[in-house]
């Protein structure tokens, strides 16, 4: 009690919002893959073209965060959590109609949008220069404690109430209101934005480029990952809700830890290791099947699904490196929802393409979208190897030079 008494007013209230917010994604995370092939009889094309209104917000994220600067990043990520939390209870009341989940989708998503750069930045915001990867660490420590009490609690529901998809959603959505409340009391915060700002410098564009393979990693997973064990494997609701819940006591540990890391060995380090990692979880998904009987199968695509969820906590590494080459700490919070809004440049088409080449592919089809995934995986680490910190400062110097 006494480290909470002393703890900064604003980081105790943001630490809050993101607890809450993380009751809402464990909602997300074990129910909306179920609810669109169980619930609503999605085939793969069907799921795979749901993904362009998806993160279409996102590709639109520079504007609407730029639109809402007047607002601050505090009260503009409330007004996130407004948006996910209005869409989100939609999905559970709408009719099973596919143009309607196409709105409350979009709505949905607006929020988590606005929501994913902003966390980045108001968080970093509470660190010292020494000290943002383990910043990040504890917030995403925080944000995944409340993951694996959610997914415990839902995972009871399912199983043993067998609730059904609008409670559930429900849930989820009132977390979402009551994550909004905290960031309405919070004090503005020194070097947010006053005025609208878009940002794209040259400087960049390293930066720029790992947005756009980040995009194209993180969409593998997010539309085809769970799709495999739900379709292929036909597992239940309650199965993905244990796999999210695994998912989330090993966030616990593994976040904070990948922030040490951060701060330890470097952006560079970090960044090529998830991308190796990225390469061997999709030669998992593609081949496990034909080398090992069904249930050890099953058993390794689920642990490959559980490394690449924990994997995502290396996004903080690009939001360090950001943060680390800035020219002015103005840039930090525009750059960001930037690289959100370019990553969601592949998001938006990736999914589509990868639904032809799994239906078109036959049964074995998902192999085909994994080994996509794993060049993809080469083509990052490759990126990565071209990182220096401090890279960009030293550019803009050195043409302000030469304009000397």
Same mark, same amino acid.
């Given at each position: ?25 464990s909602v997300d ?71 309607? %989940?196409? @709105?409350? +989708? /979009?709505?949905?998503? &607006?929020? =988590? ?7 980045? $930045? #108001?968080g970093m915001s ?10 990040l660490g504890r ?88 799709? %495999?064990? @739900?379709? +292929? /494997?036909?597992?239940? &609701?309650? =199965? ?7 998912? $989330? #006591? ?106 032809? @080449? ?17 060049? #993809? ?28």
């Open positions: 009690m006494e480290y909470l008494r002393n703890m900064d007013r604003n980081y105790l209230l943001f630490l809050l919002s993101t607890a809450l917010v993380g009751v809402a994604q995370g074990s129910t909306l893959t179920n609810y669109l092939r169980d619930g609503l009889g999605m085939m793969i094309l069907e799921r795979s073209a749901l993904e362009f209104p998806r993160e279409l917000p996102g590709l639109f994220m520079v504007g609407i965060i730029g639109m809402l600067a007047f607002l601050g990043d505090t009260r503009t990520m409330m007004l996130g959590n407004l948006f996910s939390a209005a869409g989100m209870f939609a999905l559970g009341m709408i009719p099973p109609d596919y143009a309607l %989940v196409v @709105v409350s +989708i /979009f709505v949905y998503n &607006v929020g =988590t949008h606005i929501y994913m750069p902003l966390s980045n $930045s #108001i509470f660190a010292s220069a020494s000290d943002l990867g383990r910043s917030m995403n420590a925080v944000n995944t404690l409340t993951l694996v009490l959610s997914s415990a609690v839902l995972w009871v529901l399912f199983t043993f109430w067998h609730i059904s998809y609008t409670t559930a959603f429900t849930i989820g959505a009132v977390a979402f209101v009551l994550a909004a409340v905290p960031l309405f009391f919070m004090k503005p915060l020194e070097g947010t934005r006053k005025t609208p700002r878009f940002v794209f410098r040259k400087e960049y564009k390293l930066y720029y480029w790992l947005s756009v393979l980040f995009g194209a990693r993180k969409q593998i997973f997010i539309t085809f990952g769970p799709w %495999v064990l @739900v379709d +292929i /494997f036909r597992q239940p &609701v309650a =199965t993905m809700t244990m796999l999210f819940f695994i998912v $989330s #006591i090993a966030g616990i540990f593994v976040k904070p830890w990948i922030g040490s890391v951060i701060d330890r060995y470097g952006e560079k380090r970090v960044l090529s290791g998830e991308a190796i990692c990225f390469f061997l979880v999709c030669l998992g998904y593609a081949f496990a099947a034909d080398f090992l009987p069904y249930s050890w199968a099953l058993l390794l695509i689920c642990f490959c699904y559980v490394v690449d969820q924990a994997l995502n906590a290396v996004s903080m590494a690009r939001a360090t490196y950001m943060r680390k080459i800035a020219l002015v700490p103005e840039d930090i919070s525009p750059s960001l929802s930037l690289g959100t809004s370019i990553d969601h440049l592949v998001t938006m088409v990736l999914p589509i393409l990868g639904g032809f @080449v799994w239906y078109n592919s036959g049964p074995d089809g998902y192999k085909y979208v994994f080994l996509g995934g794993a060049a #993809i995986a080469l083509l990052n680490f490759i990126s990565t190897r071209f990182i220096r910190i401090g890279g960009a400062k030293e550019e803009a110097v050195a043409a302000g030079s030469q304009k000397r």
